[in-house]
């Protein structure tokens, strides 16, 4: 088989979604013509990231914390056909133990992976004490994925604090003034130093802290670079978020995806909550494969519309556009 064909043959695998038989697509396609032995050789060479979805794509901060609880969130999420099931930590109702254990539990009895872990934390602050309060945050933060059994940790730098609210933040696209008399690289040294500190006990536990790009510091591929590369250390990697960058989104994805452990993936049906973006989520697949990611993608649904519709319509679609090659 040339490698015309083959390339084709790859594209086409692509759109199957995870579990098809190879039977069934060969008989879709029998009128046209049985595909060879090579064929067969090259399908067993597919296979789809796994795809999961964050409990917030359920909630979207729309009512209390408590408005959609985690056990409905697993229960909707195994329905649907995900994966796994990453956790927003404000949105648990409990750091009870008996309550995380009853989290495992019940998404291992769903047949879902527990693979990441959405926390907030922020070092962004003159104040030792301040810091100091968000390192042990962070620690403890760790030691509860650790208890869950999961992999992974979203980790924020956190931000000035100077926009008036949320709402002013984004109506600015994430860009705010640092606190008076001090500057970005102050920023940096707090963020980096802090971090540090957190290094041991996410060895300890086995989870990798994933820094993100998410407003504040950490705003654009190259500040999160920066802080991930100078720190230098297996335990700090990358989670990246498609939509939160607000321009040149695809060169800054490439920054990020050599370092990505996790992938978020924003759709908008429905029309955003804050904003909506156009991402060209097969493009975002081919710079992942470029850089062999096999781990999960990672749904946050953050549009207007029904979770219980759009999600099942975003899975179908991210399902089409993560995949590698094995071998």
């Given at each position: 088989?040339?490698?015309?064909?083959?390339?084709?043959?790859?594209?086409?695998?692509?759109?199957?979604?995870?579990?098809?038989?190879?039977?069934?697509?060969?008989?879709?396609?029998?009128?046209?013509?049985?595909?060879?032995?090579?064929?067969?050789?090259?399908?067993?060479?597919?296979?789809?990231?796994?795809?999961?979805?964050?409990?917030?794509?359920?909630?979207?901060?729309?009512?209390?914390?408590?408005?959609?609880?985690?056990?409905?969130?697993?229960?909707?999420?195994?329905?649907?056909?995900?994966?796994?099931?990453?956790?927003?930590?404000?949105?648990?109702?409990?750091?009870?133990?008996?309550?995380?254990?009853?989290?495992?539990?019940?998404?291992?009895?769903?047949?879902?992976?527990?693979?990441?872990?959405?926390?907030?934390?922020?070092?962004?602050?003159?104040?030792?004490?301040?810091?100091?309060?968000?390192?042990?945050?962070?620690?403890?933060?760790?030691?509860?994925?650790?208890?869950?059994?999961?992999?992974?940790?979203?980790?924020?730098?956190?931000?000035?604090?100077?926009?008036?609210?949320?709402?002013?933040?984004?109506?600015?696209?994430?860009?705010?003034?640092?606190?008076?008399?001090?500057?970005?690289?102050?920023?940096?040294?707090?963020?980096?130093?802090?971090?540090?500190?957190?290094?041991?006990?996410?060895?300890?536990?086995?989870?990798?802290?994933?820094?993100?790009?998410?407003?504040?510091?950490?705003?654009?591929?190259?500040?999160?670079?920066?802080?991930?590369?100078?720190?230098?250390?297996?335990?700090?990697?990358?989670?990246?978020?498609?939509?939160?960058?607000?321009e040149d989104?695809?060169?800054?994805?490439?920054?990020?995806?050599?370092?990505?452990?996790?992938?978020?993936?924003?759709?908008?049906y429905g029309?955003?909550?804050?904003?909506?973006?156009?991402i060209d989520?097969?493009?975002?697949?081919?710079?992942?494969?470029?850089?062999?990611?096999?781990?999960?993608?990672?749904?946050?649904?953050?549009?207007?519309?029904?979770?219980?519709?759009?999600?099942?319509?975003?899975?179908?679609?991210?399902?089409?556009?993560?995949?590698?090659?094995?071998?």
């Amino acid at each position: 088989m040339n490698q015309t064909h083959r390339r084709q043959l790859l594209k086409m695998l692509a759109g199957i979604a995870v579990g098809t038989p190879l039977t069934s697509h060969a008989t879709t396609t029998s009128m046209a013509a049985q595909p060879d032995q090579d064929d067969l050789t090259t399908a067993a060479t597919i296979k789809h990231n796994p795809i999961g979805t964050s409990t917030y794509s359920f909630w979207r901060f729309n009512g209390k914390r408590d408005a959609v609880s985690m056990e409905y969130c697993i229960e909707q999420s195994a329905r649907m056909g995900f994966d796994g099931i990453e956790l927003l930590l404000v949105q648990m109702t409990s750091e009870d133990n008996a309550y995380l254990q009853k989290i495992k539990r019940l998404a291992f009895h769903a047949g879902l992976d527990l693979y990441g872990f959405s926390t907030h934390q922020g070092y962004v602050r003159p104040e030792k004490a301040y810091r100091d309060e968000n390192i042990a945050k962070t620690i403890h933060q760790l030691e509860l994925a650790y208890r869950l059994g999961i992999p992974t940790m979203r980790l924020n730098t956190g931000r000035w604090g100077t926009s008036e609210n949320f709402d002013a933040l984004m109506a600015n696209q994430g860009i705010e003034p640092p606190i008076a008399g001090y500057t970005e690289e102050d920023g940096f040294r707090w963020v980096i130093d802090s971090i540090e500190q957190c290094l041991p006990t996410a060895e300890k536990c086995g989870v990798v802290m994933g820094l993100e790009n998410h407003w504040g510091i950490g705003r654009t591929a190259e500040a999160v670079m920066r802080i991930v590369e100078e720190i230098n250390s297996p335990w700090l990697q990358v989670t990246l978020d498609t939509g939160n960058f607000l321009e040149d989104q695809y060169r800054q994805y490439e920054l990020m995806a050599p370092k990505t452990v996790l992938v978020q993936a924003k759709t908008y049906y429905g029309g955003g909550k804050w904003y909506s973006l156009d991402i060209d989520y097969e493009k975002v697949g081919q710079i992942m494969r470029q850089q062999n990611y096999k781990g999960y993608v990672s749904l946050e649904y953050e549009g207007k519309g029904d979770a219980l519709v759009e999600c099942p319509k975003s899975l179908e679609m991210l399902r089409q556009h993560f995949w590698h090659e094995l071998g």
